[in-house]
């Protein structure tokens, strides 16, 4: 086991910085409290679980496994504290104002982990939030193994499934998830070239300039859109201008929130977030943690057993 001590310098709120880490309630690989934080993850140097603590203005660090140190290292980046806010100007719009004022601890964590973002927002293509949760957590459940340590013993924190068990997989192997062979032949093939891809995390750059090349690189393989892409470079390289184009409900939030109006399309929505070009994953952030919701029309949606088709 290893353990690290920082003393912050910067307010801290780990569920507004670390809940984009979290998938779902019951996310195998992560525990998260408004004072801790549990996860386990795979690195360079093999897997490691970590426990965060937050004690005042103190975070408490403690690893396991192969990768503790690395993941160790990686904390400032994590908890956001190497996040840079330079240029971002809330004040261009009354309701960015008050939130930045309210939630002056929201800053952008990054894992540098790409993969580890991709495969759950693969999942996510196309289907609703619980359908991509189940999918993902059973996933992990068949396919994932411990992770290292006591803690993730007694927390029952489970790894997700390594690549090279994902690239073996046939694709009616993830059938019974609910997960189509679309889907399933993707997770398949970028499976493959998660080696590669992983690269992309040390790319030269600020960390918007690292975004756009490593969303731009992503695209570039089928199956990958705008909207995967910004997902992962939100969550892995701490992208600040990450726009996920494409949501179903983000277009919404964000025209009712800064323009009044109840319904948006990702056009509009690109339009009012236009003044932020470079900071807009931090407007997307902050009304996401707002409570603001856009008004519903119509019965609600049933998603269908697509373990039947």
Known sequence: MARRTIHLEVPLDL???LGPHVRGRGDPTGRLSGFSFARVTRTPHGSATLLLERRGEVVEAEAWGAGADRVLDGLPALLGLDDDTSGFDPSLHPVVADLARRMADLRLGWTNAIFEALLPAILEQKVTGSEASTAYHDLIRRH??????????????????????????????????GVEQRRAELIRRVAREAHRLEALAELPGTRAEVGAAAAAALQRRPGIGPWTAAEVTLRALGDPDAVSVGDFHLKNLVAVALAGEPRGDDTRMVELLAPWRGHRARVIRLLEASGIEAPTYGPRYSPPDRRAM
């Open 15 to 17: 569920r507004l910085v």
């Open 144 to 177: 994932g193994e411990p992770g290292p340590g006591p803690l993730a013993a007694r927390l029952r924190l489970r790894l997700q499934p390594a690549p090279e068990v994902l690239a073996s997989l046939p694709y009616f192997a993830f059938h019974p998830l």
